[in-house]
């Protein structure tokens, strides 16, 4: 028990150490860099969405820069071809004038992928990436390649400009592991961000953790101990977001159209059992299951058209239903 007890607390400090480092160039946004240290040490992928300036792609950069992994950012336009992600085969002449085709990788190839503006893109190309986020493999010329491990998509979108958008297809949107709201920061948060921005001393991440560590604490949080009444809390909550469920609460029942799928609930475990890791706990409690909820199905739930015209939030319903359960233990 002791020599699992300095397991986890040397988990919990590299953890610790990753947010550490984020926050000496990040400014604020605590919960936005705990929520993707969540999706990062889970395996998962992460959808960022807020409006331009915000520090959505510098956060990005700036994990890379902590966990020491390869990076490349991809900015998604109407234009953009599937092969401008995923890579090509070329023809290449040797010495003597004989051809051979040979692959060069897109910037899909690296650990972590910063798609910027995801949903500007075609179809076509989401249908690449869709490959990559679920299968980490890509096919190119009929082959099929694997991705570096680990790989993550972390993915932004602005929700203000639509026009000349394609919205993401729920099988893509399902996909990510939590949806991250990034806010506006507070007037003393702007005020540091004008200081460390506008000087010649500009802060920056030093390692905190490689890959293999990483890949160590992705393992680890698998074992993580998970009790049946925890998990049965677990599943009532995504069962309420079911409008023809029989315990669903009025505003399921009034506001929203479809529920969430198998893979929130997975979503909510996977993310649950990092937040214990990182409490230095190696079991997961009903307060790490209502901590990642609102992420984890904000992007699950599809509210019907009185919702919509009524400015209902999905966030909103999942907080009404976590509400409920409190209620009831």
Known sequence: ???QTAEVKRW???IAGVREQIAKVIVGQEDVVEQMLWCIFAGGHALLEGIPGLGKTALVRTVADTLELSFSRIQFTPDLMPSDITGTNVISFGPQGSAEMTFQPGPIFSSIVLADEINRASPKTQSAMLEAMQEQTVTVGGETRSLPRPFFVLATQNPLEQEGTYPLPE???DRFMLKIHVGYPSQEELKEIVRRTTSTLMPSADKAASAQEL????QATKEVLLADEVLDYGVRLLMMTHPEEADAPEMVRSYVRFGSGPRGIQSIIS???VRAVSKGRMHVSTGDIGAVAVPALRH???LNFE???SGIAADDVIREILGLLENKK
């Open 307 to 309: 919702g919509q015209s």
């Open 215 to 218: 890949l160590e604490i992705r």
């Open 171 to 173: 099988a893509q949107l």
């Open 1 to 3: 028990m002791l020599e």
């Open 271 to 273: 993310a649950a059992k």
């Open 12 to 14: 919990s400090d590299t």
């Open 300 to 302: 699950r739930l599809f």
